[in-house]
């Protein structure tokens, strides 16, 4: 290994622990967190403490996937052998990457509120379903399938 395939090995290790940090917080806040202060009830100020702290983590995550996703991209697509069905998987990836990241970046914190007679309109529902913790964290487990699919594709085309 030379020492570019040891910077592209540091890039692959840096997205995916971004990735990890993101949906595994994820996974800890909808199975555990969020579980724990609908019966212990802590009040608004722990919460907000908590979505403050999870929200910094998620904008290192999300800054740290755009930089090494672009580097990484940029090393993938100049092999010569990479197949159309890799660039589909991969823009489908990004499309969904950039998704979450629009939500996570124009979200508004909630107060807490999760009655359902509060959300009036079924936009409102429908906004709430297509933007909430659960959807994001769906949206982040497809896209880590896609980062295995991809990795597959990849190497099948070298194998030729």
């Known amino acids: 290994m030379d020492v570019l395939d040891w910077i592209l090995l540091v890039i692959r290790w ?36 908590i979505g403050e702290e999870f929200r910094a983590l998620v904008n290192t995550a999300i800054i740290v996937l755009v930089v090494t996703g672009a580097i990484l991209t940029a090393s993938r697509l100049t092999v010569d052998t990479i197949t159309i069905a890799y660039v589909a998987v991969l ?16 979200r508004r914190p909630s107060a807490g509120v999760r009655d359902e007679s509060a959300m009036t309109s079924r936009g409102a529902r429908v906004r709430a379903a297509a933007t909430g913790p659960t959807a994001l964290l769906v949206l982040g487990v ?16 070298l194998a030729g």
């Open 14 to 49: 840096a997205h995916a622990l971004g990735a990890v940090a993101w949906v595994g917080g994820g996974i800890f806040y909808l199975m555990v967190l969020r579980p724990a202060f609908e019966r212990a009830n802590p009040g608004p100020e722990l919460n907000r403490s």
């Open 91 to 106: 823009v489908l990836k990004v499309c969904l990457a950039l998704y979450m990241f629009a939500v996570m970046r124009f």
């Open 142 to 157: 497809i896209i880590f399938g896609l980062a295995d699919v991809l990795s597959y594709l990849f190497e099948n085309s």
